[in-house]
């Protein structure tokens, strides 16, 4: 098994790739999606987030309201440290989960938003980085996503720089042009995880897209 970590900065198109890798074979972990599954109704999650935060962050239907929760969290770095603290150890117990039912030859894919800040590299074989420009990915936010420019930046500075997460990098797949270039560079470094081994402790580099 080789345990993939993939990540990339909002609007990177880190999406777009973990559906390319699917599509080749690979078992994608999804953190995000796991994230929503364990404070959904009825989990153990969910009533932990209503004693931390209150049932003021609960919807009408009894659901976590997100954007009330994020407007409180993300307005006060204690109060997201105790977000991460109850829903991180359940997102990690799940993916582990996910990770142990792959077969023993799988390229296990965990999509990881948050990966270089967390300091997550080392619990992965691999880390492929979904590379753009800041440029790049702000006028994606806004014209695809239809976020203010405000509201964009203050979601990139929430993360981790360009040049942190390229350092935590073993490949990169380079998504700074047009959709079509995409796939190509996703094959190859599909390929080149085929072909990795845990086992002999060596680890690919690989930058812009193969190049």
Do not use: C
């Amino acid at each position: 098994m080789v345990k993939v970590g993939l990540t990339g900065g909002i609007g990177a198109g880190k999406s777009a790739v973990s559906a390319l890798f699917a599509e080749l074979g690979a078992v994608v972990v999804d953190a995000d999606l796991i994230a929503r599954e364990v404070v959904a109704p009825g989990t153990e999650g969910l009533a932990a987030v209503v004693a931390e935060f209150g049932e003021v962050v609960l919807a009408a239907d009894g659901s976590l309201d997100r954007p009330k929760l994020g407007a409180i969290v993300f307005a006060d770095a204690t109060r997201l440290a105790a977000l991460n603290a109850i829903v991180h150890p359940l997102v990690g117990r799940r993916s582990a989960e996910l990770e142990a039912a792959a077969g023993p030859d799988s390229v296990v894919v965990h999509d990881v938003p948050l990966l270089a800040e967390n300091g997550l590299a080392p619990l992965y074989d691999v880390v492929v980085v979904v590379d753009a420009a800041d440029e790049t990915r702000l006028r994606r936010l806004v014209a695809l996503r239809g976020m203010a420019e405000a509201d964009a930046r203050a979601r990139m500075a929430a993360q981790a720089t360009r040049e942190a997460r390229l350092a935590v990098a073993d490949l990169v797949i380079d998504n700074d042009g047009p959709l079509e270039r995409l796939a190509p560079q996703v094959r190859e470094v599909w390929g080149k995880l085929q072909a990795y081994r845990p086992e002999a402790g060596t680890r690919s580099t690989v930058t812009d897209g193969g190049n």
